[in-house]
């Protein structure tokens, strides 16, 4: 009871580690961020720090590869491994009793003999270039040293380098001087950049204008064709109704002239009519009251002669309108003008053929003394006749009548060889 009253309890943060060794214990016993119990007398209990360690590792005038010496600082963050028993024993071994900044110093000697032998392998130019690659160089060859001490380290970077004779700030120069061309070929190139860019807008900016401009023309030409167009199709239907209306009322005039020529064609068809039945009439009054034979049959001649000119004024009166209306009524006029020239026809012929050489004989002596007279007319305008006789003739007037009784003797034989008709035996057969 009283043994166990004087056992100590202790604990640790997660920043140490606390080191038990001793009595009943063949090995050390390593406790992180917890608790332990220890006994007095018999056991003892160290702490260690785990606390991350910012080392600066300076090494000057170290010459580089090519015999530049140069000074360079580095920070580095170390700290002791717990996360690996094994490095954590490691480490307890070595730095256990220590405090932070005698282990500090350790660690930082390590890593500055790194840099430097790293320094040696590398020129100015590289180092200044390229900070990274020297970084992890040291990095990598640091880290293979400290992990046998149990101390991982976490990072280096290098902070500085300088040189005590202008070296850097040579290649500084000859670098600003590049900057500085490449600035001002970067300003210019900019500027030539800006100049097509601004360039390249304002013809983007033209082309667009004009382009809007097209397209307003193309559609104000699109307008006046479409209005066009559409005054065309009102002008031709409006066209189309006055033709209709234009077609309909000829129709229409057609019909009353055809109805008009209809009346008038009917009415000459009446007078023609009328006109025949005159004749027949005539020709009945002419039969009943007529005694001599000759003198029935010249009026009767006449009377047809009359006719058949009255008829042919008719006719002719009636082809004239016809001829007249046939423009205006076209087939219905030549049709009735046909008709009524082949009636008339017709009856001439009936007329002649039932008369025949009588008829034509009566007109042949209608118009013997008109021929008589036509050969006697050149004697009455002679002013003075000289007569010469023969050894058989007669002198005198009488031979001028013979003469012109001569010619007269002939007639008969020219009609007959012009017309075939034998006067003689024509006058005979009347006789008769």
């Known amino acids: 009871f009283i043994f166990c009253s004087t056992m100590s309890f202790y604990t640790s943060g997660p920043n140490e580690a606390l080191v038990l060794s001793g009595w009943p214990k063949s090995k050390p016993a390593y406790v992180v ?8 007398f018999i056991q003892k209990l160290q702490r260690i720090s785990l606390n991350l360690l910012t080392l600066n590792i300076e090494s000057k005038k170290i010459y580089t590869k ?11 963050q170390v700290k002791i491994e717990s996360q690996n028993d094994d490095m954590l024993k490691t480490a307890c071994k070595q730095f256990l009793g220590m ?11 390590t890593l500055e003999g790194h ?24 990095f990598e ?42 600035a001002r070929i970067g300003q210019a190139r900019q500027q030539s950049d800006s100049g097509i860019k601004e360039a390249s807008a304002l013809q983007t900016k033209q082309d667009a204008h004009y382009k809007n401009l097209i397209d307003i023309a193309q ?20 066209a189309d109704a006055d033709l209709a209306q234009d077609l309909q009322n000829a129709k229409v005039e057609q019909n009353i002239m055809h109805a008009n020529v209809g009346v008038i064609l009917i009415e000459r068809q009446k007078q023609i009519e009328l006109m025949e039945q005159e004749i027949t009439r005539r020709e009945k009054e002419l039969e009943a009251t007529v005694k001599l034979p000759a003198q029935a049959e010249k009026y009767r001649l006449e009377t047809i002669a009359e006719a058949e ?33 082949a009636e008339a026809m017709k009856k001439q012929a009936e007329a002649f053929n039932q008369y025949q050489d009588a008829a034509i004989l009566d007109m042949v002596l209608e118009i013997l003394p008109r021929v008589a007279a036509e050969i006697a007319s050149p004697l009455a305008n002679v002013d003075k006749i000289t007569m010469v006789a023969g050894p058989n003739g007669d002198i005198g007037a009488a031979k001028i009548t013979g ?22 035996k024509t006058m005979n057969i009347s006789k008769v």
């Open 403 to 424: 003469e012109v009784l001569e010619i007269m003797n002939k007639l008969p034989q020219t009609i007959n060889s012009l017309t075939g008709l034998d006067m003689q």
């Open 115 to 138: 840099q430097r032998a790293i320094m040696g392998t590398m020129t100015v130019e590289e180092i200044y270039q390229d900070r990274q690659k020297f970084s992890q160089a040291v």
């Open 309 to 341: 000119k009255n008829k042919a004024i008719l006719e002719a009166e009636a082809k004239a309108e016809a001829i007249k209306a046939r423009g205006e009524a076209n087939a219905f006029a030549i049709n009735a003008k046909a008709q009524a020239e």
């Open 66 to 76: 090519l015999g530049v010496a140069i000074s360079v600082t580095g920070i580095a």
């Open 141 to 182: 060859v640091a880290s293979r040293d400290l992990l046998n001490m149990g101390i991982t380290v976490v990072s280096f970077t290098l902070q500085s380098i300088s040189d005590e004779h202008d070296y850097l700030k040579s290649l500084g120069m000859g670098r600003t001087a590049e900057v500085h061309r490449d």
């Open 219 to 238: 559609s104000e030409r699109d307008k006046l064709v479409k209005t066009a167009e559409y005054n065309i199709q009102i002008k031709t239907k409006k």
């Open 33 to 40: 961020g917890g608790r332990v119990f220890k006994l007095p």
């Open 99 to 109: 405090n932070e900044h005698q282990i500090s110093s350790i660690i930082s000697e």
